[in-house]
């Protein structure tokens, strides 16, 4: 089955910048929509950037500019480069694949990753 792992959260000071990863694993035939959605403490779950196979990306007004999207789709995987963060983008921040074909059936899947923290703070 899929699975969505996603790795370069941590502690950065304001200003700072970091790239989060997150990769996808299975028998994977395609990946219709990918993206990056994050949930700060008291706070609902907000999309952050969105971006589907053939490259049309979204961002939330609150990081354009400042956040870009890129995916690699031979590998599967989606990158979140996240530059002059600001203490409100604190968050757990969560990879989420959707549309998800495999090679077993016909199904399409959404798939979520287990969250990385990002912590901005001086």
């Known amino acids: 089955q899929v699975q969505l792992v996603e790795s370069g959260g941590g502690l950065v000071q304001p200003g700072g910048s970091l790239r989060l990863s997150c990769a996808a694993s299975?028998?994977?035939?395609?990946?219709?929509?990918m993206g990056w959605y994050r949930q700060a403490p008291g706070k609902q779950r907000e999309l952050v950037a969105h971006i589907t196979r053939g490259g049309s990306r979204n961002y939330a007004d609150s990081v354009k500019g400042r956040f870009a999207i890129n995916r690699d789709n031979r590998k599967n995987t989606v990158y979140l480069q996240m530059n002059s963060l600001k203490p409100e983008d604190t968050a757990v921040y969560y990879c989420?694949?959707?549309?998800?074909?495999?090679?077993?059936?016909?199904?399409?899947?959404?798939?979520w990753g287990q969250g990385t923290q990002v912590t901005v703070s001086s």
């Open positions: 989420n694949a959707d549309s998800v074909q495999i090679s077993a059936g016909n199904k399409l899947y959404n798939v």
């Open positions: 299975g028998s994977i035939l395609s990946i219709n929509d």
